[in-house]
């Protein structure tokens, strides 16, 4: 996928930062254009446990932590004193290969780090950002907060749900789209804020909705 700011349809492309007089594209403001494909295990293990988990392509039926993901999670391990430490970066880990941490997934994460069922599940369903079902291929969060909720929240998520065909918390019958509310983002600056997947569109309005949108399909063609 190219990442040339002058070939994104819309004004907010999904990155954040100032350019400035440099004219950056967003591959060197990511270093997209050093990193290039992302190992699956995960490179040096300082690294190991902070990749984003949120990926359009998702495996539910995947085996986890197999292969390359095996040398991951076995990464994640020595960068904590303790199993349990490891515990957040194990659970994103499934959701990175699965698209959401299922109770299975929750069940496999407790018998490697020797953890009971219903501490993992305690700490899974605690957290907003694990998917506890499957969502589309593209999960949209509109923050409805305050800061976004004043400048037009509302009407944003009511635009995304009318172009992606689906009710809150439905997937589009494509299977590209979830669209949901999120109480904060930390974004209170560039309302309206809207998460997609484990990037943010900033300073979102109605009128950008369908670009960003035909955008998102069109990644998957």
């Known amino acids: 996928m190219s990442h040339d ?29 050093f990193v290039g494909e992302r190992p699956k295990h995960g490179g040096h293990a300082s690294g190991a446990g902070t990749l984003p988990y949120m990926l359009a392509d998702k495996s ?82 509109v923050c409805t907060n305050i800061s976004c909720n004043l400048c037009g929240a509302d009407e944003v998520l009511a635009t995304f749900l009318r172009y992606t065909d689906t009710e809150i918390g439905e997937t589009s019958e494509d299977g590209n789209f979830m669209v949901v ?13 809207v998460q997609i997947n484990s990037r943010y569109y900033e300073n979102v309005t109605p009128a950008e909705v369908q670009k960003i949108v035909e955008h998102l399909k069109a990644q998957g063609d």
């Open 5 to 33: 700011v002058g070939k994104v349809p819309f004004k907010n492309p999904g990155w954040a930062g100032n350019t400035g007089e440099f004219d950056l594209t967003e591959a060197q403001v990511r270093g997209d254009d």
């Open 60 to 141: 539910p039926e995947a085996p986890l932590f197999e292969g390359e993901y095996k040398q991951r999670f076995d990464k994640i391990l020595t960068r904590y004193p303790t199993k349990r430490a490891a515990l957040l970066p194990a659970l994103a880990l499934a959701q990175e290969i699965r698209g959401h941490v299922s109770p299975e997934s929750m069940d496999r994460v407790a018998e490697l780090l020797e953890l009971s069922p219903a501490y993992v599940r305690g700490v899974a369903t605690f957290y907003t950002m694990y998917n506890k079902a499957p969502v589309g291929r593209y999960l949209v969060q």
């Open 181 to 193: 509310e999120a109480e904060c983002l930390a974004a209170c600056g560039f309302p309206t804020c």
